[in-house]
Each structure stands twice: as structure tokens, then as C-alpha cells.
């Protein structure tokens, strides 16, 4: 048989031996009273078992093996934290292991115990050529299950991506509202323009900003000067004002543009172009600077798309999509996909992960209803769910599940999946 320890975890977990009655290796009866908690971390397989040996009812740890003989190949017998291992549950027991004191461990072998049909299934699963292993077995799930197992791992994504968010938190000497900041800046690039963005926001501090709060053009200026945009001859009035402007406060703060060149055009919607994304975000601080702290205060999170909407972006912008290119009927707003794409990456990270750091739970669930009432995202990963029949119709749902298929479908985690363990068992 060629299978995982998991895999033996699992049958172990949710009590899938078939026999009646359990024996240990030198014929001593079994009662399983608990399996114990799965362990994850270093140590025993499982914590807190409780059982019954030859009518003595023994609590501590159980340890898993495909062999007897691993416990040996695995330096067991020399570590003190298998001490208190009161049963080795193995799938071949080729050989009776000990302690480090030197007293025998009571080996339960489970080779013949469950049905064979269950390796089939599970090695279907995980050989399975399609988009996700369960494609074509999900649909018959009951939406129930599904959806609260993906309630936890839309924690477990926050969770993961709140981790780059303390990191910078860090960096930043504990200033959420840069921070903020920086990821907003990020945003906005859309992944395509999402590195010279958060290079801008680097070479930027906001605390820049509020110095020339009450003045958009300079605060426009800052930010194409700093994006390289500026540096070039131009005909319009608008570009040379700005120009002038960066000269003058690029040599009176000692500001080094980014390289130019970083920013792409190629390939993209003149909507989604760069220099219209930059006018977009230069309105957007020019509106609200120091978001992050209005954002906390927000009664009613709904709403928050409004804090992107109507954002007072330069007139010059209704005919350009380029300084010195002229055109027609430019759309000077964000799209609602792309304000709903920012406050599903931005804003309920930050959220949920600043409540997380504070021990406010009240912002963790504020994340969970921004979620839940904004539209499912649509990209091929989430239209191959849709396929096989899972309804998605959440950026709460879209989200989990773009987790589900990075984290579990992608890594075959099949018997860490509440969906995976279900079609097991079934």
C-alpha cells in the first residue's frame, strides 16, 4: 500500500476501522474513549487520547506511524517528549518499539481494519487530472458543509496575508495609517502596476501630503514626479504646471523619482492605464488623506465603496489617457469592479487584521460583513468551482475559495479538507 502517514491519521481521527473489537500487537483489548486532538506542531500525533488497555484507562498521547520500525528512523526512542505516548497506532507492525526509559509501547496495527475502497477513493482524489481534485465529486456535497469549512479558511487567508501587514507595521514603527497607506498604494496598481506602485508609495511618506493638504496640484505634482512622469517636455498647461511644481518641491524634500520604465502599458484597457490610475489615487489623497483612521471610524461598512466614488480627479484627465496624447470620453472614476477589487485586498485585510492586532474583534467581523456584501470575484479558478456546482455568490465565498484552491486543492491536502474528508467517508 503506498499512502501518507495523513492518511493514517485520518482513519485513526474519525474511527474508520471496522472492527468491533481492537487488539494491540500481543493480543491486549482496546477501547478508544477519545482519538485526541490532531497535533500539528512538533511532538505526538495526537494529544489528550484517552483509552482503554486490558481494562486499565490510560490518558496522554498517541503517536502514528506507516511502521512500527519509523519510530526508530525518527530518533523517538531518544526524545523525552514521547514519554507519555500510551498507544502506537501503525498501519504495519514490524517491530515492537520502547521509550527512553526502556519500557514497551502497546502497538495497535491497523492493516486489515478498514475497507479498501477508502485508499481508492482517496488515491482517486489526490491523482485526479482535473482543476481541483473533488470537481467532479463536490456538487453532491451539501452546501452546508461547504460553506463552514470555507468560513474557516477565509480566516486562515486573512490570517496568512495579515502577516505581510504586521510585518510592515513593523517596519513602519507601528504607523497603521502608512501602512495603510502603502497597501492602498499597491492596490491601486491592479498587479500589473503593482510594484512601481508600491515603490511610489516608498519613495512618498504620506506625512509628505499633509504638508500641501490644501493644495491638489502640488500633491499632484508630488505623486507623477515621483512616478518618473514628469520628466519630459510638455505642450499643455496642465503637465507644465506640474512640472514646475515637482522641480521645486523634488529639490526642497530631496526627492529621487522611480525609474519610468517600470510602468506598463502594454497589453492593457486605456482605463487601467497607469497615468490615469496615478490621477485616480493623487485624487483620492487629495480627498481623504490618512484614511486608515476615517475607515476605523465607519458607521456602516456597506457604504464604504463611497469613500472611492466621485473622487476629484484633474479635468485634464476627461481627454488624456497620456500627458502629451489627447483622445475622447476618458472616464475619470474607478469602476465599481475595481473599488469592490480594493475593499476585497485592502480594506477588510486591513480590518480584520487590525483588529486581530489590537484584540478588537468587533473590526474582524466588520471584515466579514464588508465581504459578505460585496459581489463574488469572477476569474477562472472561481468559474471552474461554479462548473462542478458550488455557489458562489460572495466575495466571502470567493475568497475562501480562492484560499481552498492555493492552500488545499493545489497542495492535495484532500484529508485536511473538511469538503475532501466528507467524500471520503461517504
Known sequence: ???????????????????????????EEVEVLQPGNLNKNAGPDFSNAKLIINKTTWAGNVEIHI???DWILHQHQNDNAYDNVI?????????????????????????GLFDIELINRYESLITSVNNFPCEKQIGEIDEFIINHFLSRVLVERLADKSTEVYEKVKELKGDWDETFYHFMAKNFGF???????????????????????????????LIFGQAGFLNQKFEDKYPQELKREYQFLQKKYNLKPIDISLWKFMRMRPQNFPTL?????????????????????????????????????????????HFNKK?????????????????????????????KAMDQHNFETRAFYLLENLPSENNAILQHFKNAGVNIKTAFNSQALLQLKKKYCNEKKCLNCAIGIKILKQ
Not at 284 to 313: M, W
Open 277 to 321: 490610475r496615478l490621477a485616480q489615487f493623487a485624487a483620492l489623497i487629495v480627498n481623504s488623506n490618512h484614511l486608515f483612521s476615517k475607515i476605523l471610524t465607519l458607521k456602516d461598512y456597506k457604504n464604504s465603496a463611497q469613500l472611492f466614488e466621485n473622487l476629484p480627479v484633474n479635468p485634464f484627465w476627461e481627454k488624456h489617457y
Open 67 to 69: 511502521k512500527a520500525s
Open 1 to 27: 500500500m503506498n499512502f501518507p502517514e495523513d492518511f493514517l491519521h485520518f482513519i485513526w481521527q474519525y474511527r474508520l476501522y471496522g472492527a468491533q473489537k481492537l487488539y494491540t500487537t500481543t493480543g
Open 191 to 221: 498587479k500589473v502596476n503593482a510594484i512601481p506602485m508600491e515603490m511610489l508609495a516608498q519613495s512618498l511618506p504620506q506625512q509628505l501630503f499633509a504638508k500641501h493638504k490644501d493644495n491638489s496640484l502640488q500633491i499632484e505634482a
Open 87 to 111: 498507544l502506537h497506532v501503525v498501519y504495519d507492525a514490524d517491530q515492537q518499539v520502547f521509550r527512553k526509559n526502556g519500557t514497551s509501547i502497546p502497538t495497535l496495527a491497523l492493516k
Open 327 to 355: 483622445t475622447e470620453n476618458v472616464g475619470l472614476q474607478l469602476g465599481k469592479s475595481s473599488i469592490d477589487n480594493i475593499l476585497i485586498n485592502t480594506l477588510s485585510l486591513f480590518l480584520f487584521a487590525y483588529g
